[in-house]
């Protein structure tokens, strides 16, 4: 149809002018940015408006609105949220990135073989705290299923985040790798840190994106999750106590050759 906001001139129709002009007037400049940085912005929808400024222009990144420059038929006023600056296709892209390593695991691995396998081992805190990792068969299938869960979340996020997405998809990954190391972990004490990396972004996740009562959620899970970990951080200090280590193979040898009794 006819576009009402081109009349053939360089600045468009006296409607568009009118309209970038009611704007203008309308948007508080104390409106609240929630925004990491002057380009994050992106198309949302009618009626939202989040300045960074009360100017406007073609192809200017750093507005609430803008009227893109192109063929005058095509003139469209854009109204931008802020907050919304992340690209949903980079969160979808690495965690399927992630699916097809994980598939390599299972290639690689050997089922008649009892023992740990992949396993890396490093020194990390003295001589007592160590990054032990190691896949098992029950933890290498419990890596497959997060590493297939993970691009189904972010799908399912798709449409319906629309605050912070940055944020979001972070702390969402940030929770598929604390998984990862908390079912790969060798070391009790490591177990322990991915753990408790594993509570810290489910916690702004249930705060700053749940629904109703999200806040009190947030707190009620946060508790019990750290009365929780505080037990199993009293357990693991008193496993170490009894055999001296943190590493869950010597902590097996030592059951076995009946050297520690518990």
Not at 12 to 31: C, K, T
Not at 48 to 62: C, D, E, I, T
Not at 72 to 92: L, M, S, T
Not at 188 to 193: D, Q, R
């Amino acid at each position: 149809g006819h576009n009402v906001f081109d009349d053939g001139s360089a600045l468009g129709s006296p409607l568009l002018r009118h309209a970038v002009g009611g704007m203008q007037a309308a948007m508080a400049e104390s409106m609240a940015i929630f925004s990491p940085n002057l380009n994050a912005f992106r198309r949302y929808g009618p009626n939202l408006f989040v300045p960074v400024n009360k100017s406007w222009g073609a192809q200017n990144r750093s507005v609430a609105f803008r009227v893109p420059g192109g063929a005058a038929k095509a003139r469209r006023i854009e109204h931008r949220v802020a907050g919304a600056d992340a690209n949903p296709y980079i969160a979808i892209a690495a965690s399927l990135a992630e699916f097809l390593v994980s598939l390599l695991l299972l290639r690689g691995f050997d089922s008649a073989e009892a023992s740990f396998q992949f396993q890396e081992f490093h020194h990390w805190i003295g001589g007592t705290i160590h990054y032990h990792l190691g896949v098992d068969g029950i933890s290498l299938f419990l890596i497959l299923l997060t590493t297939f869960l993970t691009p189904l979340a972010v799908l399912c996020s798709w449409k319906s985040i629309h605050e912070n997405v940055k944020g979001f998809f972070i702390s969402l990954l940030v929770i598929e790798t604390a998984m990862i190391g908390v079912f790969v972990s060798l070391d009790l004490f490591l177990f322990f840190v991915f753990w408790e990396l594993t509570l810290i972004p489910m916690y702004f996740m249930i705060g700053m994106w749940g629904h109703e009562r999200r806040i009190y959620a947030a707190v009620k899970f946060i508790l019990y999750t750290m009365l929780g970990s505080i037990l199993m951080l009293v357990a693991i200090l008193w496993l170490y106590n009894q055999t001296g280590t943190f590493d869950l193979l010597q902590i097996q040898a030592l059951l076995q050759s009946g050297r520690v009794v518990l």
